[in-house]
């Protein structure tokens, strides 16, 4: 592509891509409220300091939080407010909103602050060893020993300060994730669709696995087991007839993308999962074995596949399932899988496994 025809496309990209940053929202001033406005957020610190107001071909107007007492773009709130101890107001964004309480985000050269706020009253910095918002909600729910925030501990952090928010208002001890690693055993059907063999088998397996959060209804899930695969064909008229056999022995790791459906209540906590699989071929065998029968002589002839050990190969898996909480900290697990190769053999698996945390 030449010169003078990139300037016109990179041109169109860059009006494009700031069409696509700006964002319907609103914005409210002391006494104006302005909805539906395109809206662009200042980059990095800035944008604790200045909100934009796109107006087309009319350029933009630049807002302080001296002039806005609030605004929000998307899910995105942010308050115009004095940090403690100072009278400059900042653009403060808002993880947690209700009638009663507010805790605020914000961040500049030191790090991330955060900030909880009663009503009216004055901010006060959550910290490590000063956490008003923890004290705050656990005096709410200091007569109730089963709720789930008389297990949680609520750090100075985004995702745990918004967690308990939830935590308080829906009761839902499911919200709560923590690594998990355990045992499993499972059984299924597993097949190898090759030329020159075409067969199932059943198949016993055994394996460990661990859980690891990623963000709130999703985690990482990776495991590890044996797999053993033995597969025998008969094919051929009774005058030449052709036995192939076929046997592996491989370590699975399968990584998967895990979604829980953690806003159900109760025990059971249905899942969706899937990701790709790492395995290592341990040992590869196979063998033909053609019998010629004729009217008075029976000639055998044995002919082997290529062998291989210590190599690598990929696969994909996805599954569904549920897991039945048995107590806080201990669940079992009853899923539906199904692995394919994505070698040569093409062989595949579909099993049921049951684990158990520990």
């Not at 002391?30 to 957020?41: A, F, K, P």
């Not at 030191?110 to 060893?129: D, M, V």
């Not at 089963?146 to 935590?167: K, M, R, V």
């Not at 990623?214 to 008229?237: M, N």
Request: some cysteine; aromatic content about 14%; overall charge neutral.
């Amino acid at each position: 592509m030449n010169t003078r025809k990139m300037i016109p496309l990179v041109f169109i990209l860059f009006l494009l891509a700031g069409k696509l940053h700006a964002q319907d929202g609103y914005i409210l001033k002391t006494d104006t409220l302005l909805t539906g406005v395109r809206l662009e957020l200042a980059k990095g610190l800035e944008k604790y300091h200045k909100v934009f107001l796109s107006q087309g071909k009319r350029g933009t107007i630049t807002y302080t939080p001296d002039e806005v007492t609030e605004f929000g773009t998307g899910n995105e709130v942010f308050v115009g407010l004095p940090l403690p101890g100072s009278t400059t107001k900042v653009f403060l964004y808002q993880l947690v909103k209700n009638d009663a309480v507010a805790v605020y985000q914000y961040a500049d050269e030191a790090g991330k602050h955060f900030f909880f706020r009663q009503g009216e009253g004055p901010l006060q910095e959550i910290t490590k060893t000063n956490n008003p918002y923890a004290e705050y909600l656990m005096g709410l729910h200091a007569q109730e020993p089963n709720h789930p925030l008389q297990t949680y501990t609520i750090e100075p952090t985004a995702s745990s300060l918004c967690l308990a928010g939830d935590l308080s208002r829906t009761g839902n001890p499911n919200l709560i994730t923590r690594f998990r690693f355990g045992v499993w055993v499972g059984g299924g059907v597993g097949r190898l669709s090759q030329e020159l063999i075409s067969s199932s088998e059943s198949e016993l397996l055994v394996g460990i696995f661990a859980n690891l959060p990623i963000y709130r209804q999703f985690s990482l899930q990776t495991e590890l087991f044996y797999w053993q695969e033995a597969y025998v064909d008969t094919k051929g008229p009774q005058t030449q007839i052709e036995d192939v056999a076929f046997n592996r022995k491989s370590l699975v790791l399968p990584v998967m993308v895990r979604y829980s459906f953690l806003q159900s209540r109760g025990k059971f906590i249905p899942y969706l999962q899937a990701g790709p699989n790492l395995l290592f071929g341990l040992k590869k065998k196979g063998e033909v074995q053609k019998v010629r029968i004729e009217e008075y002589s029976v000639d055998t002839n044995y002919y082997l596949f290529a062998e291989q050990s210590g190599y690598l190969y990929a696969g994909f898996s996805a599954g569904a399932g549920t897991e039945y909480k048995i107590n806080s900290r201990h669940s079992f697990f009853l899923d539906v899988r199904y692995l394919a190769t994505l070698d040569t053999e093409k062989s595949s698996l579909t099993y049921v496994t049951l684990s158990f945390n520990f």
